[in-house]
T-cell receptor, first 116, second 113 residues
Framework: GAVVSQHPSRVICKSGTSVKIECRSL??????MFWYRQFPKQSLMLMAT?????????EQGVEKDKFLINHASLTLSTLTVTSAHPEDSSFYIC????????????FGEGSWLTVV | GESVGLHLPTLSVQEGDNSIINCAYS??????FIWYKQESGKGPQFIID?????DKRQGQRVTVLLNKTVKHLSLQIAATQPGDSAVYFC????????????FGKGTTLSVSS
């Protein structure tokens, strides 16, 4: 079946630095990918919708200059957390839409970010 | 089985019981609904889905019920097992290409032996 892979699965970075998380669709082309953030004991909150070759659409309250999203190819979207702060520590999850299967959505395994 | 109120954050059941997890959705335009299971530290795992032209769908040990009138969705798990312990989320969207899933708040299911 379709697989979405995220890398890294866990990352620790220093406050003030930037960190990049990759989301790849391994065996299908995804014109649309979605980024979610999940704090402990909370639900997944949609951050942005990433469309290949165009600017991402951010949800209200999500800073586009802080959470840079690039979807340069049909199999890769990246989320860069810039000038990270401890409050950015969270579980980041991507998903990809496979339109050939009636808009089936597949999720990655998530990336744990800890900012120290 | 054990019935619960809407959006109960936790549900504890005995192994072998039936579990019912409820969810209220907000967007009356939503026409596609999915239940996900999430284990600690992992991404969501698809359980079962249902479209708005149906009110019931059954899978292996799971049944999803949809009541569009009151915008309510439920997940029934038959003969609950310890391996079913996890957080369960309902998600909704408008079934169009490129539309994101919006997640409900989740219910933690704990199954004791």
């Amino acid at each position: 079946g379709a697989v979405v892979s995220q890398h890294p699965s866990r990352v620790i970075c220093k406050s003030g630095t930037s960190v990049k998380i990759e989301c790849r669709s391994l065996d299908f082309q995804a014109t649309t990918m979605f980024w979610y953030r999940q704090f402990p004991k909370q639900s997944l909150m949609l951050m942005a919708t990433s469309n290949e070759g165009s600017k991402a659409t951010y949800e209200q309250g999500v800073e586009k200059d802080k959470f840079l999203i690039n979807h340069a190819s049909l199999t890769l979207s990246t989320l860069t957390v810039t000038s990270a702060h401890p409050e950015d520590s969270s579980f980041y999850i991507c998903s990809a839409s496979l339109q050939a299967k009636g808009n089936t959505i597949y999720f990655g395994e998530g990336s744990w970010l800890t900012v120290v | 089985g054990e019935s619960v109120g809407l959006h109960l954050p936790t549900l504890s059941v005995q192994e072998g019981d039936n579990s019912i997890i409820n969810c209220a959705y907000s967007n009356s335009a939503s026409d596609y609904f999915i239940w996900y299971k999430q284990e600690s530290g992992k991404g969501p795992q698809f359980i079962i889905d249902i479209r708005s032209n149906m009110d019931k769908r059954q899978g292996q040990r799971v049944t999803v019920l949809l009541n569009k009138t009151v915008k309510h969705l439920s997940l029934q798990i038959a003969a609950t097992q310890p391996g079913d312990s996890a957080v369960y989320f309902c998600a909704e969207n408008i079934d169009q290409a490129g539309t994101a899933l919006i997640f409900g708040k989740g219910t933690t299911l704990s199954v004791s032996s």
